[in-house]
T-cell receptor, first 116, second 113 residues
Framework: GAVVSQHPSRVICKSGTSVKIECRSL??????MFWYRQFPKQSLMLMAT?????????EQGVEKDKFLINHASLTLSTLTVTSAHPEDSSFYIC????????????FGPGTRLTVT | AQSVAQPEDQVNVAEGNPLTVKCTYS??????LFWYVQYPNRGLQFLLK??????LVKGSYGFEAEFNKSQTSFHLKKPSALVSDSALYFC???????????FGKGTSLLVTP
């Protein structure tokens, strides 16, 4: 089956620093990738939609200058949390959509970000 | 906007008994519905989807779901629960504006031995 990886799986950073999270589709090309955020014991909230070669589309309330998304290739999207603060601590999950007409998204294992 | 609701925060069932995790939907047009499972500190694993066709959808790990248009429901079921089925289950619907998913709040399933 289709596999999506995320790196790192867990990161701790100091307040004010930036953190980059990578999302890779390992065995398929993903024209579209999504970034979700999940708070403890809560549902996933869509942050942005990332299309290869174009600017990401951010959901209302998500600061695009704080959460920088780059989708430079059909297998890689990155989320950079800039000037991180403790309230940015969360579980970030990416998903990838193959460009084959399949409606099924494939999810990465998630990245646990802790900002101290 | 397309949305789903999971009315139960937690479902408890004894191992070997049938389980049902409820989901209702609200959509304009044809619904594209999904069930995912999440284990602690892990991403989501796809269980099954309904796009069109038979109302009874069979998925991974012995799970199935029944699409009921009159009741706008898409309940997840399994005939015989396993302790290893204990996890967080999410119902989701494809957003009308694109391919992103709108998730329910999740239902925690606890299967006791």
């Amino acid at each position: 089956g289709a596999v999506v990886s995320q790196h790192p799986s867990r990161v701790i950073c100091k307040s004010g620093t930036s953190v980059k999270i990578e999302c890779r589709s390992l065995d398929f090309q993903a024209t579209t990738m999504f970034w979700y955020r999940q708070f403890p014991k809560q549902s996933l909230m869509l942050m942005a939609t990332s299309n290869e070669g174009s600017k990401a589309t951010y959901e209302q309330g998500v600061e695009k200058d704080k959460f920088l998304i780059n989708h430079a290739s059909l297998t890689l999207s990155t989320l950079t949390v800039t000037s991180a603060h403790p309230e940015d601590s969360s579980f970030y999950i990416c998903s990838a959509l193959p460009g084959t007409g399949d409606y099924e998204q494939y999810f990465g294992p998630g990245t646990r970000l802790t900002v101290t | 906007a397309q949305s789903v609701a999971q009315p139960e925060d937690q479902v408890n069932v004894a191992e070997g008994n049938p389980l049902t995790v409820k989901c209702t939907y609200s959509v304009s047009g044809n619904p594209y519905l999904f069930w995912y499972v999440q284990y602690p500190n892990r991403g989501l694993q796809f269980l099954l989807k309904y796009i069109t066709g038979d109302n009874l959808v069979k998925g991974s790990y012995g799970f199935e779901a029944e699409f009921n248009k009159s009741q706008t429901s898409f309940h997840l079921k399994k005939p015989s629960a396993l302790v290893s089925d204990s996890a967080l289950y999410f119902c989701a619907v494809r957003d009308s504006a694109g391919y992103a998913l709108n998730f329910g709040k999740g239902t925690s399933l606890l299967v006791t031995p």
